[in-house]
């Protein structure tokens, strides 16, 4: 019996069949205001995703809009800031 090898050429890690666009700060911020209104859902992948594009785009801190909030009170932003800042995150408001 003769046996075929089959090879599989794979691409290196560098080459992608579809170009994938990295977000930028203000759609990784309105993805965190999606994630809000939907009980936190995925909360840590879009702090991680806005996270990533502050590097990117040289930002020192992410501005959010209190109107946005869900908890628009001070304990609420409070709670919000100290959770960004242990994800590595610094986080203001605007007036």
């Known amino acids: 019996m003769v046996y075929q090898r089959i090879c599989v050429r794979r691409r290196s890690i560098n080459q992608r069949t579809t170009p994938v666009s990295e ?38 801190q992410a501005v959010f809009d209190p109107a946005k909030l869900m908890q628009n009170n001070r304990q609420g932003r409070k709670l919000m800031q100290a959770y960004f800042r242990q994800r590595g995150v610094s986080v203001s408001f605007s007036e």
């Open 23 to 60: 977000p930028t700060v203000a759609q990784a911020t309105e993805s965190i205001y999606a994630s809000l209104k939907a009980d936190n859902a995925d909360i840590d992948a879009h702090i991680a995703t806005l996270k990533a594009a502050l590097a990117r785009e040289d930002i020192k």
